[in-house]
Structures are given as structure tokens and as C-alpha cells.
T-cell receptor
Framework: GESVGLHLPTLSVQEGDNSIINCAYS??????FIWYKQESGKGPQFIID?????DKRQGQRVTVLLNKTVKHLSLQIAATQPGDSAVYFC?????????FGSGTRLLVRP | EAGVTQSPTHLIKTRGQQATLRCSPI?????VYWYQQALGLGLQFLLW???????NRGNFPPRFSGRQFPNYSSELNVNALELEDSALYLC?????????????FGDGTRLSIL
């Protein structure tokens, strides 16, 4: 079936270190990708997006990398802070719907 | 700017009943999407409404239905509730329908089936 592949792993990082969260997607024809952050009891929060004609996009403390050859996305968070602790989802925009991975839990150690 | 709002926050029903969930999109957004987030299953696409019409549907039975009103708000209706319908139901909106429009989410309605 359709899938953007993340099997809810947990990434534990020290406060101040950089974090890298990876994601594999399945549809090579997808044109648009989004990263979301979901904190407990809340809905997913938009972090950053990237279109398929780009391979890198930067925001405030976050960078998304897209490798279309191997259908891989990554989210880099610089100087990770306690407030970054959450579940992170990548999503693939396919046929006017978002296909989500299962998420990665990011834990930030003080 | 107010975000996507959903009501109620929590809803408790029994098997066989019907549930109605409501969503108000961000002002100016015309597209509304519904997703189900069940424990251990991630977010699954349910429905997409744009300009009052259903534009796309996920792999859910017909007892999941909805509508979009002229003010772009939306309802999700679930009939003949089953235990496995227990989940967080999330609504998202975007400026217009189509690929490349970021979807912004509300905080969801937690539906519990007893």
C-alpha cells in the first residue's frame, strides 16, 4: 500500500546537539513534501516544506534535504532544544492527499 | 490569525451510534481535509473538501462521510460506530486545493467508542 516509511523509532539527543531525522517515501512521482511536529495532545504543526525541484531548503534552525534518486528526506534541527521534544512526521503530497509516515519521537536530554 | 478549530475536543459514544465532528478552517482557506490518527497506525487520509465538493476520499467505508458548508467549515459524520473507530480525528485546511499547498492542522477530536 501507499506509505511514507517511518517505524516510530526514538532519537535521543543532548540539548545543544544537532538532530537528524530520516524518512523514506514511496511515490517517485510526488512533487511536494512536508515535515510536521506533533506534541502530546496537539495536532501536527507545520515545520517546513520542499518541492521536488529543490534538494535543500532552510528555515529557522531547520533544514530539509531531499534525495529523489533514493526517495529519501531528512530533517536537520540545529542546536536542539528541550522544546523540540515531540514526534516528527514526514508527509508526501500524493494525488491531493498527504501520506504520512509513522513518525519519529525526538527526546532531548538536558 | 486564528488556526483551525475543531469541536468537540472529546466525544464518547457507544457501538452503533453516530458521531458528528466539526471543523472551522483558517480564514481564507477553502480546502478542508480530514485524517484519522489511530494508535499505532499514524495519520490516515479520510476526506478532502474544496468549494463545497468532495474531491478525494481515502480507504474508509461509506459510513464515514462529511460535507463542507458555504462558509468553508466542515462536518465529519461517522455512522454505525465500531470499536476500531476510536481515534483522534484531525482536520486540516489549506489556502486552496491541490498539490503544493501546506495543510495546517487543528488539535483534533478524540473519539472514544465504548
Amino acid at each position: 500500500g501507499e506509505s511514507v516509511g517511518l517505524h516510530l523509532p526514538t532519537l535521543s539527543v543532548q540539548e545543544g546537539d544537532n538532530s537528524i531525522i530520516n524518512c523514506a517515501y514511496s511515490n517517485s512521482a510526488s512533487d511536494y513534501f512536508i515535515w510536521y511536529k506533533q506534541e502530546s495532545g496537539k495536532g501536527p504543526q507545520f515545520i517546513i516544506d520542499i518541492r521536488s525541484n529543490m534538494d535543500k531548503r532552510q528555515g529557522q534552525r531547520v533544514t530539509v534535504l531531499l534525495n529523489k534518486t533514493v526517495k529519501h528526506l531528512s530533517l536537520q534541527i540545529a542546536a536542539t532544544q528541550p522544546g523540540d521534544s515531540a514526534v516528527y512526521f514526514c508527509a508526501e503530497d500524493s494525488s491531493y492527499k498527504l501520506i504520512f509516515g509513522s513518525g519519529t519521537r525526538l527526546l532531548v536530554r538536558p | 490569525e486564528a488556526g483551525v478549530t475543531q469541536s468537540p475536543t472529546h466525544l464518547i459514544k457507544t457501538r452503533g451510534q453516530q458521531a458528528t465532528l466539526r471543523c472551522s478552517p483558517i480564514s481564507g482557506h477553502t480546502s478542508v481535509y480530514w485524517y484519522q490518527q489511530a494508535l499505532g497506525l499514524g495519520l490516515q487520509f479520510l476526506l478532502w473538501y474544496d468549494e463545497g465538493e468532495e474531491r478525494n476520499r481515502g480507504n474508509f467505508p461509506p459510513r464515514f462521510s462529511g460535507r463542507q458548508f458555504p462558509n468553508y467549515s466542515s462536518e465529519l459524520n461517522v455512522n454505525a460506530l465500531e470499536l476500531e473507530d476510536s481515534a483522534l480525528y484531525l482536520c486540516a485546511s489549506s489556502l486552496e486545493g491541490g498539490v503544493g499547498q501546506p495543510q495546517h492542522f487543528g488539535d483534533g477530536t478524540r473519539l472514544s467508542i465504548l
